[in-house]
C-alpha cells in the first residue's frame, strides 16, 4: 500500500460519497426521509459488495428480466 495510492482513493472515494449524498437528498428531500442521508457513509461497505455482487452475478449467473430468461 503506497501513500500515493491511498490519497488517490480516497479522493475517489469522497467524490463517490458526495455525488451519491446530491443525488440522495433530492430524492430523499422528495419523500421528506432527509434524516435517512446520515446512514450514507456507514452504509458505503456494504454499497460496495452489493454492487460487486451484482456485477459478477450479471456476467456469470442467470435471470429473468420481463419474462425472458437472460443468458
Known amino acids: 500500500f503506497s501513500p500515493v495510492w491511498l490519497k488517490i482513493f480516497t479522493v475517489i472515494f469522497m467524490l463517490k460519497v458526495v455525488v451519491e449524498g446530491v443525488f440522495l437528498y433530492s430524492v430523499l428531500k422528495m419523500f421528506k426521509r432527509t434524516s435517512?442521508?446520515?446512514?450514507?457513509?456507514?452504509?458505503?461497505?456494504?454499497?460496495?459488495?452489493?454492487?460487486?455482487?451484482?456485477?459478477?452475478?450479471?456476467?456469470?449467473?442467470?435471470?429473468?428480466?420481463?419474462?425472458?430468461?437472460?443468458?
Open 36 to 71: 435517512l442521508l446520515l446512514w450514507l457513509i456507514p452504509a458505503q461497505p456494504l454499497h460496495l459488495l452489493y454492487v460487486l455482487y451484482i456485477g459478477l452475478a450479471g456476467q456469470f449467473g442467470t435471470f429473468e428480466w420481463k419474462g425472458r430468461n437472460v443468458r
